[in-house]
């Protein structure tokens, strides 16, 4: 477990899947639709469900950031790479983006060495950058049958 202040990491749980689910779901929806359109974003989330967690909750590569037993923010991360790292809404710069970014580098650099890797939507480009990631190339992932414009990063 790690805790700064009023805030503790642990690793996430399959009771956690719904939270975890609403989180996303609320974090893509208030900051994403700054860089992507609303249209594209209700396309991109739809048809998600907590069951889609399972699977890296259960490889033990997802964390969640709790304050008095609310779960705040989710990352995941697997050997060299950060996959994800969501904060809901309400506790945006409040540190929980960067306590669980610094979580995720370090599951990230377990048994790797060379860089660590990222792809960032384009809002969260700008977090990214501030923790020492730099911007390798952008294209577009697939999500839902949606072309969502992102940046891939690295950081040594």
Known sequence: ???QDKFTIRAA????ATAIHDLHTASVMAL??????????NDWISNRT????YKGIDRGEMFVCEC?????????????????IFVHPD??????GSLLLS???ERAKHSHEGSIKLIATLNAQPFYEKHGFSE?????????????????????
């Not at 994403?32 to 974003?41: E, K, Q």
């Not at 907590?50 to 967690?53: L, V």
């Not at 952008?138 to 950081?155: A, L």
């Open 1 to 3: 477990m790690l805790e």
């Open 13 to 16: 749980m399959r009771t956690d």
């Open 32 to 41: 994403c639709t700054a860089c992507y359109p609303l249209d594209l974003v």
């Open 50 to 53: 907590p069951e889609g967690y």
């Open 68 to 84: 008095r037993d609310m779960i705040v923010g989710f990352g995941h991360a697997v050997r060299g790479e950060v996959v994800a």
């Open 91 to 96: 506790w945006v710069h409040q540190g929980v």
């Open 103 to 105: 979580h995720g580098i």
């Open 136 to 156: 390798v190339k952008r294209y577009s992932v697939k999500r839902n049958e949606v072309d969502i414009p992102v940046v891939e990063m690295e950081h040594f």
